[in-house]
């Protein structure tokens, strides 16, 4: 009688089961961390930190927003956004007011007087996420684009 092995091989050529999924979180985590260190060295000038420039995109992108909404858009913990808001409010860029349809929401919103510095600052921001990713052809940034979202999905 003939036993049969119920152990599966592995074709050494191929990566382990779980190695490929690892190799891309380590991959997105070294992309991250280049793509911070280019645009936080092309911001410099604003005198902001990234997260604080994921929260004037966000909030330049979305209009107002709750601090539930911003903690949500730039992927940061609720504690986070308010000491990022706090600062962004110290420094006269963003205001918080309360929503007209629920007293108690609170919203946060670009101070009326900051327009001039945060069109800068916009510009700025555009700029340095481009030359992040201008070595990269477009097709190749669009496929990768597609793929994180589907990740995400």
């Known amino acids: 009688m003939r036993?049969?092995?119920t152990r599966t091989t592995h074709d050494p050529n191929s990566p382990a089961p779980g190695e490929s999924a690892f190799r891309v979180a380590l991959l997105l985590r070294e992309l991250e961390s280049r793509v911070h260190a280019r645009v936080a060295a092309s911001l410099e000038?604003?005198?902001?930190?990234l997260p604080?420039?994921?929260?004037?995109?966000?909030?330049?992108h979305s209009?107002?927003?709750?601090?539930?909404?911003?903690a949500r858009e730039i992927a940061a913990t609720k504690s986070t956004v308010v000491g990022i808001v706090d600062r962004?409010?110290?420094?006269?860029?963003?205001?918080?007011?309360?929503s007209?349809?629920?007293?108690?929401?609170?919203?946060?919103?670009?101070a009326p007087s900051a327009a001039a510095r945060v069109r800068e600052?916009?510009?700025?921001?555009?700029?340095?996420f481009a030359s992040a990713f201008a070595d990269v052809p477009p097709e190749t940034l669009a496929?990768?684009?597609?793929?994180?979202?589907?990740?995400?999905?």
């Open 143 to 153: 496929a990768l684009e597609r793929s994180l979202e589907a990740i995400l999905a």
């Open 88 to 98: 962004l409010e110290a420094q006269g860029l963003f205001e918080r007011r309360r």
């Open 121 to 128: 600052i916009r510009a700025l921001v555009d700029s340095a």
């Open 63 to 70: 209009g107002e927003l709750t601090v539930s909404a911003l």
């Open 3 to 5: 036993t049969v092995s």
């Open 100 to 110: 007209a349809d629920d007293r108690r929401e609170v919203l946060v919103a670009f």
């Open 52 to 60: 604080q420039i994921m929260a004037v995109k966000a909030v330049a």
């Open 45 to 49: 000038a604003t005198g902001l930190t």
